[in-house]
């Protein structure tokens, strides 16, 4: 028998296979099924093109229960909306779905004793309450919140670089960062890049990595912006903490905390004092495989497979 788990994010889907031993023995890769942002059509398109990639590798057609964290929801999906998006798509004994924060959660060690704590594009902070529900601080988006996110650190790195060039604040080597980052000769040409046409939050977001660059590099400036969007970030975490007393870890995921060991450090000094034996650590295995682990469990409410008909 073979569970399968998926991680329908917003602009990849990533799959993984277990077997009945509960071991991960495939991985794939495909297009978006957050019908969101795609269409339910094309989600459901993506879908079959996955299963197809999956079965010309393994030559499995069936499995005894699938999993989906999708991006697109935000809880538990109602059976309806597990039957508009997988019926004649996907063959399995069970389907489940929920939220892509669920199974971040299902990919921690001891998950019902963990905070996760995710820093990518956007940011939030989950964990699970008495009742298997997932409760989350943070997550309100790029205007409302996002604290501690790429969006968030570049944008305020970009805006550090405007006002160190014209001398209004302190001098920072993000000015001719944001300048070569986006091919500009002067901050004229850099209003243009921003405004005519309205640049997309992705491309702001992508200049994160170069605020870590001149952090390395021993920027104060970038630093501090670090530093700061971390504590904002860390706040938020310890909020859900505080009302989740037992929780005893943390575990971090996403691009911020998997490639800035600066901002990371900043985050976990934040909580220096804060709960006696708390563990923070970076999530060792990636949300798909919460996901296969979800569909596992999934599986084992069914009834022995002999008296499926």
């Given amino acids: 028998m073979f569970y399968l788990g998926i991680d329908g994010g917003g602009t990849k889907t990533t799959a993984a296979i277990m077997n009945d031993k509960k071991k991960i023995v495939y991985t794939f890769e495909g297009k978006s099924i957050n019908y969101y942002s795609e269409g339910l059509e094309t989600a459901r398109q993506n879908m079959k093109e996955l299963l197809m990639a999956i079965y010309s590798r393994t030559g499995i057609v069936q499995f005894r229960a699938v999993f989906i964290g999708m991006s697109a929801l935000f809880g538990k999906a109602s059976e309806k909306e597990i039957n508009d998006f997988a019926e004649g798509v996907i063959r399995a004994d069970i389907i489940g779905m929920d939220s892509d924060l669920y199974i971040a959660l299902k990919a921690a060690e001891d998950d019902e004793k963990s905070v996760v704590g995710i820093c990518g594009t956007g940011s939030m902070a989950a964990a699970f309450n008495k009742d298997g529900e997932v409760v989350t601080k943070g997550g309100y988006g790029y205007i409302l919140g996002d604290e501690g996110s790429a969006y968030a650190i570049a944008l305020e790195a970009i805006q550090a670089a405007v006002t160190g060039a014209e001398n209004s604040t302190e001098p920072t080597a993000l000015s001719d960062k944001v300048l070569e980052f986006y091919s500009c000769s002067s ?3 850099l209003v243009d890049r921003f405004y005519n046409p309205t640049i997309d939050r992705k491309t702001i977001a992508s200049f ?9 590099n021993g920027d104060t400036v970038a630093r501090r912006i670090l530093r700061h ?13 505080r009302e989740n007393e037992e929780r005893e870890h943390i575990y971090l995921y996403g691009g911020v905390f998997q490639h800035d060991e600066i901002f990371t450090y900043y985050f976990k000094a934040a909580f220096r004092g804060h709960k006696k034996g708390l563990k923070i ?7 798909v495989h919460g996901a296969a682990k979800a569909a596992y469990d999934l599986g084992q409410t069914l009834p022995p497979e002999e008296l499926i008909l």
Avoid: H, I, N
């Fill in 229 to 241: 969007q971390a504590q904002k970030f860390a706040a938020t975490v310890k909020a859900l903490q």
């Fill in 208 to 216: 994160a990595k170069e605020v870590t660059d001149c952090a390395r």
């Fill in 281 to 287: 650590k970076l999530l060792k295995v990636p949300p």
């Fill in 187 to 189: 901050l004229q040409e």
